[in-house]
């Protein structure tokens, strides 16, 4: 019963940190500022979340620690400016391709074998990823496309980085990654800036809450849930993420972003399902 409690409290934790996740567009699409300046003063916020919540533990590292905190940087950075530039379904969607890369490069860099599944898997998440660029698109949207195609990348970057270092500084890669965007960014600071209580409450929100306190969920959630479990729940940040921004903002993505995505995410889902529940049967028989 006790182990029963664990496991739907590390489940309710995956959920919580997915539907803060979701927030981010909205948020990032209704502060005024640039999308540097987002990064500078939200990477702040979290940072401080971080040291407050992991204290002393967060300054242990290794040099995998301060390559994934490159990576890390890369993608918040990427990852908003695509937002600013593009719709957020788009940003989102095409920033979930990390899985993709990561099928791809996993056997290259780790020495595992190609699996076929993994394979049609990644012919199928391309074939939805090539129906955001169909159809009229301006400039910036193209830019932001393209930004988030590379945030995706860099995602996938950190994820195959955390995986081949050790667990006690994970989240020191990432407190380090938050204060390589405040800095980065912190010239970005002295142009012109709204500093209206509306921009400031919804930047610290972003820092505090959909960065710093949605980490520390999940990290919770993670120890207590399986793997299966975790990678699907969290799937409700891209569902949701397009949904609180038509209603907060009247952003509208185009049919072939939704359809693509559709097959991105459902392809994502599948693969994880198949190749993952053996492992999770094999864990629940231990216990």
């Known amino acids: 019963m006790k182990h029963l409690q664990n496991h739907q409290k590390g489940i309710l934790a995956v959920f919580a940190a997915g539907l803060m996740w979701s927030t981010g567009g909205i948020f990032i699409k209704l502060i005024t500022w640039n999308a540097l300046q987002i990064c500078c003063v939200r990477s702040f916020w979290a940072a401080l979340v971080f040291l407050i919540i992991f204290k002393k533990d967060i300054f242990y590292a290794n040099l995998f620690t301060f390559i994934n905190a ?17 719709t957020s379904a788009n940003a989102i969607f095409l920033q979930y391709t990390a899985s993709i890369y990561v099928l791809i490069l996993e056997p290259l860099i780790l020495r595992t074998k190609y699996e ?62 938050n204060i390589i965007i405040g800095l980065f960014c912190l010239s970005s ?29 999940f990290s919770y959630g993670l120890i207590r ?42 392809a994502l889902a599948v693969r994880a399902f198949v190749y993952e529940s053996p492992a999770m049967k094999a864990e629940k028989s231990e216990t």
């Not at 490159?70 to 600013?84: E, P, Q, R």
């Open 225 to 266: 849930v399986y793997a299966i479990e975790a990678s699907l729940i969290a799937m409700i940040e891209p569902v949701l993420n397009p949904v609180w921004v038509f209603i907060g903002y009247g952003e509208k993505p185009s049919f072939m972003a939704i359809v693509g995505g559709i097959i991105i995410i459902a």
């Open 189 to 217: 600071m002295f142009t012109k800036l709204d500093l209206s209580v509306p921009n400031l409450l919804m930047v610290s929100y972003l820092g505090i809450f959909q960065i710093g306190i949605a980490y520390a969920f």
């Open 116 to 177: 076929k599944a993994n394979i049609i898997t990644i012919i199928v998440c391309f074939a939805g990823m090539s129906l955001f660029f169909i159809g009229k698109l301006s400039a910036g949207g193209m830019w932001g496309n393209t930004l988030a195609l590379l945030s995706g990348l860099a995602l996938a970057a950190m994820l195959l980085g955390m995986r081949m270092n050790k667990k006690e500084y994970q989240f020191s890669s990432i407190f380090y990654g």
């Open 70 to 86: 490159v990576f890390y940087a890369l993608l918040l950075i990427l990852f908003v400016s695509a937002t600013k530039l593009t």
